[in-house]
């Protein structure tokens, strides 16, 4: 699998920075699971993501989205975000803890019977949803109730965390496919053999197409629409959840997008992720650089 294959050469400063992620996330596996998901939470919050400009850019990213918001309320939204982004990592590095504390949770949702009769009837389906909640707890879950979901991920900047890293999400369920001409192309045929696979279309697209993303323009790729038109795959969006206690999540299976032309489809893609942002902003990654050009122009409100 393309998570398996060796590590591209990377240069001595990813490197250095690669063994001081895998000592972090060593040393926090001493530590019981729901300590552990805490602290990581904690430490992104107060340390990691401050040092790494990841606050900086959420509270750009907030103040240009929702720039009448009190300064107030969009730092904590941002202080939350840090926290989550954490959260999910040790998360997804701790692959039995985590499938263990998701082990009683139902998925719900209109989307679950048509995924049933997809999965009797051989048809393909992709998933879809966003850097929100924990990304990959749907997939955990519906894994356990039988379903084999693969994935198509575009690969960090740094080789030698990015080669553990699709490790790990290839363990959690199906086959992880980089974004790249090889990786896609196992995509595919994992598609036409009747495989159920996760696209997360929230991250900016070079050459993308403009889609109105809370309020403004976000160069988005129409892969999953047209990749779902072209094979007659099921379009599904699905999310975790995070619930109030930090460690558990709901699963939410929406109904299928329906089939029609791919802008419709990936606006109503975006319009499904922007719901639950609104209902819960603290949970989206506010970090990426989704609205290149605008969010370095906003007030960050006087962020350090």
Known sequence: ????????????????????????????????????????????????????????RALANLALIWPDMPEARR?????????????TLIENYSRRDFA??????????????????????????????????NHEAPRVVL????????????????????????????????PVFAKSRAGTTGFVRHLRGGGMATLLFDVHERGGTPIPFL?????????????????DALLVPYFGIRQPNGLDFEVAVEAPIPHGDPVEMTREMTRRLEARIEAHPGQWFWIHRRWKGGAGKARAGGAD
Not at 147 to 173: C, K, Q, V, W
């Open 215 to 231: 309020g403004r323009p976000a160069s988005t790729s129409l892969s999953a629409a047209q990749l779902a038109l072209r094979y």
């Open 75 to 87: 730092r904590a939204i941002a202080a939350d975000c840090c926290e989550n982004l954490g959260r």
């Open 143 to 174: 894994t356990r109730l039988g379903y084999t979901i693969g994935g198509l991920y575009r690969a960090m900047s740094n080789p030698y965390f990015n080669a553990h890293y699709a490790a790990t999400m290839e363990d959690l369920s199906g």
């Open 1 to 56: 699998m393309a998570a398996r294959k060796a590590t591209a050469e990377g240069t001595r400063t990813d490197w250095i920075a690669d063994r001081a992620m895998r000592g972090l996330i060593a040393g926090a596996h001493g530590l019981p699971y729901p300590a552990r998901v805490a602290a990581m939470g904690r430490l992104s919050r107060r340390a990691v993501a401050p040092l790494a400009g990841y606050r900086r």
């Open 100 to 133: 263990a504390r998701l082990a009683r949770v139902e998925p719900r949702g209109e989307g679950l019977a048509p995924l049933a009769e997809a999965r009797e009837a051989g048809r393909p389906v992709i998933f879809v949803t966003g850097h929100f909640g």
